[in-house]
C-alpha cells in the first residue's frame, strides 16, 4: 500500500493512495488511528486495507497539500557517508569508517511533496542530497541484525537539504547547517514493506531541473539498512513513525568545480522506482 498524509480544511488527514487518486482515511477507520503514526504504532494496516477496498477515491493526488508521511515523528535520524564514493569526495585520503555518521533533524525542517523548500536568507548554499528513508513500524532496542527487517513499516523519500556553509559552524556537529527551518522534503508517501522489499536492491536518483545529479543504488552502501537499525537500537529504542534517512550518493552540488547552489525556481526531484518522486521547488526565504 502506498499511504499519505495531507493538510485540508487546516486538518491534518491521511489516505490510501491508489491509481485514481486518495482514499480518505481519517473518517473511514475510526478514532483508535487518528493518524499515520498511530496506524503504524497500532498495527492498523490490516484495517486500512479493508477500509479502503473498493472504494472510490475522494480526492486526486495532485489537489493535496501534502504533508511528510509522519509529520511529526519523536526521531529523524541522518546518516552522512554512507554510500561508497562518498568518502572519497572529501579528498583528506581517509580510511573507510567504521561507524556511520550520524545527526538528527528537526520535524520543521522538512515539507512534504510538491510544496516549496527555502533557501534561507543567510546562506547561497542551500544543496540537494536525495536518500531513502525508512520508516520504523515496531518499537525495537538492541535489535539484532537478523531481525532488523521485521521492525521496518515501509519507506519513503527525502531530499535532505543542506546549507553547507554552516555545516562549519560547530567544531563537532553538523546540526546548524541540517535544520533550517523547511529546507529539506520527505515523501511522497510511504510504500509498505509488503508491496515493496526493504531488502533491495533499490535505486536512488536525483535531479536538478530534469539534469541528473545523484545516481546509485543500495547495493552500495557502507552500511546497509540492517545495521544501521541495529547500531540505532543499540543506544536509543526505535519507536514506529520514527525515520531513518539513510545517506545520499555522490554529485550533490557541493561537489562541482564550481559548486552548483540551489537557487529560486529550480526543481528538485528525488526518484526510486519502487516507490515514486518526491519534487520540490525551491523558494526565498521571505
Known amino acids: 500500500m502506498r499511504l499519505v498524509s495531507y493538510l485540508e480544511n487546516q486538518q491534518s488527514k491521511y489516505g490510501v493512495v491508489t491509481d485514481a487518486g486518495v482514499v480518505d482515511l481519517t473518517g473511514r477507520i475510526g478514532s483508535r488511528y487518528r493518524d499515520l503514526q ?45 554510500y561508497r564514493d562518498r ?32 533557501k534561507p536568507r543567510v546562506s547561497e548554499q542551500l544543496d540537494y542530497e536525495g536518500e531513502l528513508v525508512l520508516v ?4 525495537g532496542r538492541h535489535i539484532p541484525r537478523e531481525q532488523a527487517f521485521q521492525h521496518i513499516f515501509g519507506m519513503t523519500l527525502c531530499n535532505e537539504g543542506s546549507v553547507r556553509d554552516w555545516l562549519h559552524h560547530g567544531k563537532f556537529n553538523v546540526t546548524q547547517g541540517k535544520n533550517f ?63 531513518i534517512a539513510t545517506g545520499t550518493p555522490t554529485g550533490a552540488g557541493a561537489r562541482f568545480d564550481p559548486p552548483r547552489w540551489l537557487k529560486p525556481g529550480d526543481v528538485v526531484e528525488v526518484e526510486s522506482s519502487g516507490i515514486g518522486v518526491l519534487s520540490n521547488t525551491v523558494t526565498a526565504e521571505k
Open 38 to 82: 498511530t496506524l503504524i504504532a497500532h498495527n492498523g494496516l490490516d484495517a486500512a486495507r479493508k477500509a479502503a477496498a473498493g472504494q472510490k477515491a475522494d480526492r486526486a493526488i495532485q489537489d493535496l497539500l501534502l504533508l511528510p508521511p509522519i509529520p511529526a515523528p519523536e526521531k529523524l535520524w541522518c546518516i552522512g557517508v554512507n
Open 87 to 118: 568518502n572519497a569526495e572529501y579528498k583528506d585520503n581517509s580510511d573507510l569508517p567504521k561507524y556511520p555518521s550520524l545527526f538528527v533533524r528537526n520535524p520543521s525542517s522538512v515539507v512534504g511533496s510538491g510544496q516549496p523548500i527555502e
Open 136 to 139: 520504523i513500524g515496531k518499537q
Open 181 to 243: 527551518d523547511r529546507s529539506g522534503s520527505i515523501g511522497p508517501w510511504i510504500v509498505t514493506a509488503d508491496e515493496l522489499d526493504p531488502r533491495g536492491p533499490h535505486d536512488i536518483v536525483t535531479r536538478v531541473n530534469g539534469e541528473l545529479r545523484q545516481q546509485d543504488s543500495t547495493e552500495r552502501l557502507m552500511f546497509p539498512f540492517d545495521f544501521l537499525i541495529a547500531y540505532l537500537s543499540t543506544f536509543a529504542t526505535l519507536k514506529p513513525g520514527d525515520m
